[in-house]
């Protein structure tokens, strides 16, 4: 019985260095933001698909939702000790990840930064730089989303309202800004209200409702993403209102599309987060096989990835 239970100690320690080894063997990290929204899921899935494709491993983690930033520094930190070549990570805001990043830089890892951007000056400072920045343009993005809105309303025009992201999340702020500059250089369009709603469903419902509240004869929403624009369609259901408010969405998240193809969610401009993840992971690769990294006042490549508007056209 001694014997036996020494065996089966030892054979448990093997495997746990087995494993351990296994969990240190990956080439690459990739921290996103969560996985708990259909467009990070999406990005995960192209990461793996392309390394598959380039040989290589990755180890992907992600924290529990978007707006848990201590979590996702956590996961940053914990992969500087795991003797990783690289590391592209989606910063849940500019500013969270700048230290650990710096650090990762200053060990002579190389670093990809995907979809939202990092403080690069912030970045600088503390001694470290990226690679790469690969993006949606997000800007454009808001832009498309809100021209459609300009163009179903007519030479009738009418109100609109902005649904924003996270306040100080870049890719948000873009989209407000390219939707806003559009709807503010648009004839007889009239921007009545642009408020954050967090990435939030339920939060999106409450902000729809009010602003509907005080905008009776609003005619569309612009929305800085799916999540929101699913709460909004409920907000203007709610109300009696469906098919009389446009509601126009941004991600192309699974739910937003079936939402356009049942007739319930007016629009979408849809990213290509798989695409933003696998060219991330290929400039990743690239940097650790040349071998050599970015200088900290020097410039990082900046790759920004197309994106459609979808309807039920």
Do not use: H
Not at 81 to 97: C, R
């Amino acid at each position: 019985m001694k014997i036996r239970t020494s065996l089966i100690a030892s054979a448990l320690v093997v495997s746990l260095a087995g494993l351990a080894s296994r969990a240190q063997a990956a080439d690459y990290a990739i921290v996103l933001k969560t996985l708990a929204n259909p467009f990070w899921v999406s990005m995960k899935a192209g990461i793996e698909k392309e390394a598959q494709k380039l040989g290589v491993t990755v180890d992907i983690s992600a924290a529990p939702s978007e707006s848990d930033l201590q979590a996702q520094l956590l996961l940053f930190e914990d992969a500087l000790n795991k003797n990783y070549k690289g590391i592209a990570f989606a910063p849940i805001s500019a500013v969270n990840l700048v230290q650990p990043a710096a650090k990762a830089y200053k060990k002579g890892i190389f670093l990809v930064n995907l979809d939202e951007k990092v403080d690069v000056a912030s970045l600088k400072q503390a001694g470290g730089n990226v690679e790469a920045f690969i993006t949606t343009d997000n800007v454009a993005v808001g832009k498309k989303g809100a021209e459609f809105i300009v163009q179903q309303l007519g030479t009738a025009g009418g109100k609109v309202a902005v649904v924003e992201g996270k306040a100080g999340a870049a890719s948000g702020e873009a989209r407000k800004k390219g939707a806003t500059e559009a709807f503010q250089s648009a004839k007889n369009i009239q921007l009545v209200a642009s408020q954050p709603a967090d990435w939030d469903r339920l939060r999106a419902l409450d902000v729809a409702t009010n602003i509907m509240q005080t905008n009776p004869d609003l005619k569309a929403f612009y929305c800085c993403n799916d999540t929101m624009a699913l709460g909004v369609m409920q907000a203007v259901q709610n109300v009696g209102k469906a098919g009389k408010i446009l509601v126009v969405g941004t991600d192309g998240t699974p739910e937003a599309l079936q939402m356009i193809n049942a007739g319930r969610l007016t629009a979408t401009v849809a990213q290509d987060p798989a695409k933003v993840g696998a060219t991330g992971l290929d400039l990743l690769v690239e940097a650790v096989k040349n071998g050599k990294q970015i200088g900290v006042d020097a410039e990082p490549k900046f790759t920004a990835i197309d994106s459609i508007l979808v309807t039920k056209k």
